[in-house]
C-alpha cells in the first residue's frame, strides 16, 4: 500500500495557473502507475490524467488536453499536475491516486476501481 498527501490546490482566476503535488510514502511509488481525478459538488467523480510508473505514458480526459501536464519525480516520490489556462468547470476537489500493484501495462486508466489507494484531496476553485 501507498500513503497520498495532495497540496497545492486554492483560488485562482480564470485563465490563471495552479500546480498540485502528491506526495506518497513508501519505496514502493517508484512501481506504481498514478492518477489524478476531480468531483464537483454534486457531481460523480471523474477522471483527469495519469502517468505509468516509468513516467513514459501519459493520457488525459479531453477537456484538460493542452491545459494540464502531469508527471512524476520517483526520487521525490512526488506525482504533480500542472494546470494552466484554468476554466470555471475545472473547479472540484482533486485527488491522487495509486493504480493498482503488481500491473505493468496501465489499462482501464479512466476507472477509479483500478486504484487502490486515495489521497484526502485539494480544493481547486477556479472563478469567473
Known amino acids: 500500500q501507498v500513503q497520498l498527501v495532495e497540496s497545492g490546490g486554492g483560488l485562482v482566476q480564470a485563465g490563471g495557473s495552479l500546480r498540485l503535488s502528491c506526495a506518497a510514502s513508501?519505496?514502493?511509488?517508484?512501481?506504481?502507475?498514478m492518477g489524478w481525478f476531480r468531483q464537483a459538488s454534486g457531481k460523480e467523480r471523474e477522471f483527469v490524467a495519469a502517468?505509468?510508473?516509468?513516467?513514459?505514458?501519459?493520457y488525459y480526459r479531453d477537456s484538460v488536453k493542452g491545459r494540464f501536464t502531469i508527471s512524476r519525480d520517483n526520487a521525490k516520490n512526488t506525482v504533480y499536475l500542472q494546470m494552466s489556462n484554468l476554466k470555471a468547470e475545472d473547479t472540484a476537489v482533486y485527488y491522487c491516486?495509486?493504480?493498482?500493484?503488481?500491473?505493468?501495462?496501465?489499462?482501464?486508466?479512466?476507472?477509479?476501481?483500478?486504484?487502490?489507494?486515495w489521497g484526502q484531496g485539494t480544493q481547486v476553485t477556479v472563478s469567473s
Open positions: 491516486a495509486a493504480y493498482q500493484k503488481g500491473y505493468l501495462v496501465l489499462s482501464g486508466y479512466q476507472q477509479g476501481e483500478k486504484y487502490d489507494s
Open positions: 513508501g519505496r514502493t511509488f517508484s512501481s506504481r502507475h
Open positions: 502517468i505509468s510508473w516509468n513516467g513514459y505514458m501519459t
